[in-house]
Structure formats: C-alpha cells, structure tokens
C-alpha cells in the first residue's frame, strides 16, 4: 500500500471520498460536508472525487479552493468496468483471493493522476454503484437510504428486471463493504436485514449543512423580501419521483380543498413546474423530454383533469433559488412532507428553523429525526388518502415552534458536530481483506 | 391414549407415496409428508405392526427416505421400477408437436414410456381444447418441471382421458413384506389406483380449484372428482383429519351411505431437541445454499442478525401463497415491519408467484429456504417471530401449528369453517386467526400476533396441551382399528 505523507510530513493515510453518481443538491452537499469532516483531520489526506461525466468538478474545485484545509485536493474519475477474468488478474496482483465470483461485471474508480489508486481508503458517499467493486482498498460506504426496499419502481417504472440487477450490485457493495455508514435508525436497519452487511455499521448524526441553511437565513433578511403571495398558502415540497406518493397526495388535497376554501397550495422542487396543466410550449429539448416523461404526464393529467375548479388554488413553482424557497417556506402556514419512504428530509427541519410546523407522512426515518429534534408534526398515513385529507385540514400541531431553541437543537446534528468515530472506523481497518468468499 | 389389542393379528402396513414435486423443502412441509412421517413413527410401536412399507416411484427412494426421515428395523423404503403411463397428443396441433423433444425428455426424466396417441380417435374425449391447453402448459414448462410433477398430470390425463392401464407391479420387490394394508394420503396419487389389498385413503380435503399450474375450469374440477369418486368407492376405509371435510366435501361424492372415518391428529414434542441456535441456524442455512444450488444474494447472508417471518407449509395453493406475500408486502412497506419473509419452498419453481415476487420487487425480502432438514426446520420454526399459516384444508388444525406451540413460536393462521369439536376449536376464534384471501386481514392478524406474541403464545400452548396426550401411536392405532 502507498505511504502518503501530507504537507507537515506527518506519516498518514489518504482517504479517496468518492461520489458515485453526478449528484446535484443535497447529496452533493453531504459528499462536500464529508470531505470536510475527514479533512479537519491534518493527519489525513482527503481527495475528493466526482464523476467526470458530471459538471461537479468546477465546483468542487472552487469549494476546496475556498476551504481553509491544505490536505485536501479534487478530481474527476471514472468507473472501468472488467469481466471475472480480468478482476480476477488484478485481484491476484494485489494478493487478494476471492474463492467464487458470483458477479457479472467489475468496477474500480480510476482517475488520470492515479489519486485514487495511491489512496489507502475509499469511501463512497451512495451506495448506488452500478457494478461491484473491486476491494483494492478497505472502503466505507455512506448508505443514504434503501428507498428501493419500499418503493421498488423509482428508477424506471415497469422495468423492476433492470433495477433487480442494480439493487443486487448495491446490495453486494454494502455486504462486501468494511464498513456501513447511515444517518439513522431505518436505514442502519435496512442495511442489516435488506442488504446484509457484514462489515461494521456506524450511525451519525444526520449531517444537515446547518451553516449553509443558516446562512440563507440571514441572507434573505428576516421579515424582508416576502414571497409576493398575498394568499394564505401551505407549501408541498416535492420532486417528480415516484416515491413522493404524488397520486395519493392529489386524492387527499381534493378533499381538502372540498372542505377548506381558504388555503392555496405552493409546490416547489425540481421538475414540478412540468406537473401543472399549463406548461409553458418554449421548454428546451432536455425539459420537453422531461415532461413527456409517462409518470409526468400522468400526474399532470391527473391534475388537469380532478383539479380544474381548484386550479387558481394550485401553484406550481418548480425548481427555486434558494433564497426563493427560503422565502417560500418562510411565509406559508405549513409544511407538507408526503412521501412513501424515504431517509427522512431537512425540510421539515428547515421550516422549523424558520418557524414554520409540518404536516408530515409517518415513516420510521422522519419520525427519528422530529422526535430528536423536537418538532411536533402532525403525521398520517401516506397510504390513506382520507387520514391524510383529515391532516391537512386540522393542520399543523398547534404548538409554537420555539425557533431558537429548535436551531440550537439542530446544530448538534450537522456534520461539524461528528466526532471522529467515522474516521477512527475507517482507518482502522489497515488492508484490503485477503480472502472474499464471494465476491 | 394407546389401546391394548387383544390377539391382534399381525399386519403389513404399506404407504403408497407419489412425491410429486421436485423439491424436497416442498415435500417436507408438506402436511400429507408430514403426517406420513408421523404415522410410521406411531406405527413401528405398535406390537402388531410386523413391518412397514413406503412404496414410491423408482428413483425417489432417497428423496422418500429424506422425507420420511425416520430408521427402523421394521421400514424399508422401496422403489417400484414398472411404472407405465401413456401420453396422448393432439396431432393436429402443430406448435405442440414441435416442442414434443422437450416433452419426450421430461418424460424420459420421470422414468415414464412415452406413447404418443392420436386423440381424435377417442370418443369419450370431450374436451380437446382443454387438453390441448394443458398440454401446451406441459411442454412449455417441462423443461423447469421435476418429471415427477409431469408425470402427476399425465397421471391424470391418463386417467381422464382413458381407461387404458396405469399401474405399479410390485410383487416381486417385496416378498413377505407384501402390505395387506395400504394407506394412501392423498386421494389425487394416481399410482395407488391398482393397489391390491385393503385400501385406506385419506382425504385431508376435496379442493384441487387452485392447484399448481393448472387451469381451473369446471370440466377440470368435474373430472377430478370423477377420479376421487372412483378413488373412494374402491378404497376399504375413507379418512378425514375433520368432520367438516366429512361432511361437507367427502360425503356428497360418496354414491352409498358409507362411514367417513374422523381422525385427528397427534402431537410430537421430541421437535425442540432437534432446534440449535440461531447462529448455528445461520450457519446450517448457509451452508446448505452453497451445496444446494447457489443463491447468490442469500450465500452468504447473515440470517442470524435479522428478523423473520416464517411459512413452514407452503404445498398449498396458489392464492394463498399469493395473498400471503400481498400481506407481507404491506407489513413491510406500509406498516415498516423490518422483518423478512422466509418460505419453505422453491417458489421460483411456480411461475404464478414467481411473477408476483419479482413484480413487486420482493425478491430480497422473500427467502425461499433450501431442502430442510428436521434441525433446520425446527431451528427456523423455533426462531421465527411468528409462523404464518395461510391457507390450509378446512377444518383442520395444521400440523405447524403444533410444532410452533411446542417450540414457543405465535402462530398466525387462516379461519376455517371449524364446526366439529373434534379439536375442541370453539376457541380457535381469536384475532390470531384471519380470511385467508383478505391480504389486509392477514396483516393486520400479523401485526396482533407480533405486539400481543407473549398472549397468543400462551393460548396456542394450551391448544397444544389439549392434544399433549396423543400421541402418534394412539392415531396410528385408531387408523389400523
């Protein structure tokens, strides 16, 4: 194994943080809040990777430029694939004996300068990596949630045989992996039981970029800049996944605005604007696309054909700048969080940092995270649409968010409160394991 | 209680079997196997019983001998070589006789001559398509079918469709242990049509509508109960585990005011010794997926760290397999229950509940367990949050079921149309008792069971101990009386 030395010629080890996929949002910031946690420690090296196929990296190397951190650097890499014969050849270089290999395809992050290949750990920030990994290197990997477990359709609906390929090889990363990483209860579960893992498994707190969150805050001016809506309004913040349950959640909102001819709807997050009846016609070819997607239509069908005397009630406002959401959750009387799993989400924390309650689907992770933190949502059952229509129109739990106390709570959960468990876990583990039964 | 017989006359006791499908997990969970296993152990007791023979296709002796997994001087596990059957064809049908190769290889597989027959020339055959239509099913699936499920449907053409001889000879394989009585534990084993001796059938239930494979249509289900008919009017003695089956399913296809003997059943508790760990569970299950076939999610799967749901029966129907996967999936999904699924049995092997497995992306939950042994049943029964029971003959309380209250295991299981007081059932009302084609029941049963297990495991156990003084000697005595 390459020894590293970092700047101060301290004797170290160099830690590959690596994000499988081009993520945007807020797995992008918990791949960027990880590489700060590993570099606040001077004994390391971090090297930050992101997929060449995306556009990260000119952020990325922006951000490491700004960070106050001389032991950590960025770079581009792409997976190579290999057949069982060729891992085979480059297992047998590094002394590593696997005794059956019961995969169809091999993966090994490569980049140009071999920043990778010289690192003595890697850790994954996702475990969605296509194929299995060649465990050159002892590697962690941050499981972000086991979604598919409950709603098996999200990558492609009605192509489940493609996507039991894909879970298999998730699944196989995480078992083979040395050591686990979730940000709560659920998900730690599910890694156990759905994926096997037989490594060590760690829970952290959940990593919200609370700083940055915060920031925001500050930046829109308290009480200034308001959203423009002069109508009292609850905000669904959503995408067009399938898991955002976005079927039921219209049946139930026809019952609500049935029964409450007060309050409109304000639906924000990516490709939502695609949803509402009156799409623009001059999208680019990349969003036309998008909204000819089949899931899309249906749902803009959907609402176009149950909500036309609702429809000056509906506002679809899509992907939004930060401080526009900000603004957005700011002034609505609440939240709505409807989803059918998920690893539990920061916008019922964001709007309680604001002051803003929740009404909230019930699920093991989100629960986790309200009851630490305190926020009294009110929760139904994504599966009904009439508990979750009666939700809505008794609305948020009527006791006041303490918001100070709320941001004090929060705080302790964000990255920069880990202690150095996760990097004591995975230096520990000082070389690959020499023998795999299956891999 | 075993009763004392006074210059009993020494009997041979034969059990026609036909395991009739490939998988061994399946046989073993099987209640008909089950109950056989039982019977024999009893039976050996008994000072009159001079020897025991379990009579099978040749070729399945280790098989029956695995699942009747029981040694003793007085058992001897034979293979029956002639096993004749014929094979009629729809000439006419042209996507059928190409795939005649495969059907000829699966026959040749199940140790059966083929005889191709044109059926134009039989008169009595009334219904060419459906025929037509299950032969079709034969040949496509006969390459993934055992021979010996094959060879159970050809059975039954054969028996449908002709009056041609089907029959086993046997008498020079068994000498002086020549049974002068048999018993018969399904009345849809074809090969024990010719049995000479006394015959004993045994009739756990009369509903062959949802049966692996086959279509269910009226013509089918009329010509089945032509066969049990004929069945039951040549057999010596007719047995049911229930009254309800009796009364409500036996007696109407009898042509004569026949007795329609009630026997039910007894209990084992030597099943506990045969539990270990866990972690040696585990490692036992393991161990078995690497020999068995390879399974490569679950080859190296940690059992011993998760929770599990466990179905120990599962050579029931269709749907009940069906219905109970539907529960399951909401117990996971909706109602976060972070528990697996493990089935004793090949479900891959049913295209039906493959299909269903694999829609609803349930493959990794659902564990369909390799061939069990008795420690490995007994260790999953015994570690299992509860045991499931979804479908099973009317009016019968399930051998499981007593095999989980011996282990201390809560046991969920369907309703049935109890009216008898042979089990003393009128207790067996409670909320641990579901609709059997109600997924959302069978949930919601299970959820009770889960949160209540230190209370229903305490009800089942005096259910157990209703029965604790019965043991299989007493029923096989009762049998043989």
């Known amino acids: 194994m390459t020894s590293v030395r970092n700047p101060s010629g301290q004797s170290t080890a160099s830690i590959g943080i690596i994000l499988p996929h081009a993520y945007r949002g807020g797995t992008f910031r918990l791949f960027r809040s990880i590489c700060r946690y590993f570099a606040k420690f001077p004994e390391l090296n971090v090297v930050s990777a992101v997929p060449a196929t995306g556009s990260q990296i000119e952020t990325l190397s922006e951000w490491v430029k700004e960070q106050e951190f001389n032991n950590l650097q960025a770079c581009e890499f792409s997976f190579e694939t290999y057949n069982e014969n060729e891992a085979k050849e480059i297992l047998k270089k590094s002394g590593i004996v696997a005794k059956q290999f019961i995969s169809d395809s091999y993966y090994l992050p490569k980049d140009s300068s071999g920043l990778l290949m010289d690192c003595t750990h890697w850790f994954f920030v996702s475990d969605r990596i296509m194929e299995v990994l060649l465990p050159l290197k002892p590697y962690g990997i941050f499981v972000t949630d086991h979604l598919h477990r409950y709603y098996p359709y999200i990558f492609h609906e009605n192509a489940y045989a493609a996507q039991e390929y894909c879970i298999w090889n998730f699944q196989r990363n995480i078992r083979n992996a040395d050591l686990c990483v979730a940000s709560t209860d659920g998900t730690v579960e599910d890694v156990v039981s759905f994926s096997g893992a037989t490594g060590k498994i760690i829970k952290v707190p959940i990593g919200m970029d ?52 007060r309050l409109h709807i304000v639906v924000v997050g990516c490709n939502t604007d695609l949803f509402s009846p009156n799409i623009e016609a001059n999208l680019c070819d990349s969003r036309r696309a998008a909204a000819s997607d089949a899931y899309i239509s249906r749902i803009r069908n959907m609402i176009a054909e149950e909500f036309e005397e609702y429809s000056d009630r509906i506002h679809f406002e899509g ?27 920061y916008s019922i924390i964001e709007a309680a940092c604001l002051g803003v309650p929740s009404v909230s689907s019930n699920y093991p992770q989100v629960k986790e995270i309200c009851d630490l933190l305190q926020l009294n949502v009110r929760y139904f059952d994504p599966y009904d649409v009439q508990r979750t229509a009666q939700a809505l129109l008794e609305g948020p739990d009527p006791s006041v968010i303490d918001r100070q106390c709320t941001i004090k709570r929060v705080c302790t959960t964000g990255h920069e409160e880990w202690t150095d468990e996760l990097k004591k876990s995975l230096i520990e583990i000082d070389s690959p394991r020499k023998c795999l039964e299956y891999l | ?128 398509r459906v025929l037509e239509r299950r032969l079709e099913s034969i040949a496509i699936f006969a390459a993934s079918w055992s021979g010996y499920q094959l060879a159970r449907l050809v059975g039954f053409f054969k028996k449908r469709f002709s009056n041609s001889s089907f029959r086993v000879r046997f008498d020079e394989d068994l000498g002086d242990a020549k049974p002068s009585v048999w018993i018969v534990a399904n009345p849809a084993w074809t090969g024990a049509g010719n049995l000479p001796g006394d015959r004993y059938l045994i009739i ?79 490692d036992l299950l393991r161990e078995k997926l690497r020999t068995h076939k390879l399974n490569r999610h679950f080859c190296d799967f940690p059992f011993e760290n998760v929770d599990y749901i466990f179905i120990g029966d599962c050579t029931r129907t269709v749907s009940g397999m069906q219905y109970a996967i539907t529960a399951y ?35 990794f939950d659902v564990f369909q367990t390799p061939p069990l042994d008795r420690t490995l049943y007994a260790s999953l029964i015994k570690h299992a949050k509860c045991l499931l029971v979804p479908d099973r003959p009317d009016g019968v309380i399930p051998i499981s079921y007593y095999e989980a209250a011996t282990l201390g295991t809560p046991v969920a299981m369907c309703k049935t149309s109890i009216n008898s007081g042979v089990y003393g059932e009128s207790t067996w009302t409670g909320r641990e008792f579901f609709h059997k084609s109600d997924p959302h029941d069978i949930a919601e049963c299970v959820r009770y069971v889960l949160e209540n297990q230190d209370e229903v495991r305490k009800t089942q156990f005096e259910q157990y101990m209703n029965l604790a003084d019965r043991n299989w000697s007493a029923v096989a005595e009762e049998l043989l009386s």
């Open chain 1, 210 to 261: 609370v700083e940055h969150f915060l920031q925001l805050i500050n930046k829109c001016g308290e009480g200034q800049d308001g959203c423009s809506f002069t109508f009292p309004y609850f905000i669904w913040v959503t995408n067009s996944s399938h898991h955002k349950n976005h079927e039921n959640a219209l049946l139930a909102l026809k019952k609500f605005f049935g029964q409450n001819a």
């Open chain 1, 319 to 345: 992907e939004v700048t930060d401080e526009r959401y900000v603004q957005l959750l700011r002034d609505a009387e609440f939240l709505w969080h409807n989803v059918i799993a998920d690893n539990g989400t």
């Open chain 2, 1 to 128: 209680m075993l009763r004392v017989s006074v210059k009993q006359k020494k009997v041979n006791v034969g059990f026609w079997i036909e395991p009739e499908v490939k998988d061994l997990s399946s046989l073993s969970s099987d209640d008909s196997f089950k109950w056989i296993t039982h019977i024999v152990r009893g039976a050996v007791a008994l000072p009159y019983v001079n020897s025991i023979c379990l009579c099978c296709p040749s070729g399945r002796e280790d098989l029956l001998s695995r699942v009747v997994d029981f040694k003793h001087e007085k058992v001897q596990v034979l293979g029956l070589k002639t096993l004749d059957a014929f094979v009629y064809t729809l000439n006419d049908v042209s996507d059928l006789d190409s795939r005649r190769d495969k059907l000829e290889v699966a026959v040749e597989k199940a140790k059966m001559r083929w005889k191709p027959n044109s059926i134009e020339s039989d008169r009595r055959f009334p219904m060419k």
């Open chain 2, 204 to 282: 756990p239930e009369v509903d062959f509508t949802n049966g692996l494979m086959l279509e269910q249509t009226n013509e089918w289900i009329e010509s089945l109960k032509t066969f049990i008919r004929t069945n039951l009017e040549t057999s010596k003695k007719i047995i049911c585990f229930s009254h309800e089956v009796a009364n409500s399913q036996v007696k109407p296809l009898l042509a004569s005011d026949r007795p329609v003997h009630v026997l039910k059943h007894g209990v084992d508790s030597s099943l506990p010794e045969c539990a270990v760990s866990k972690t040696a569970m585990a």
């Open chain 2, 329 to 363: 999936e909401q117990l996971l999904r909706r109602y976060r229950l972070n528990c697996k699924l493990f089935v004793n049995s090949d479900l891959d092997s049913n295209p039906v509940v493959s299909r269903l497995l694999h829609s609803r992306g349930l493959v």
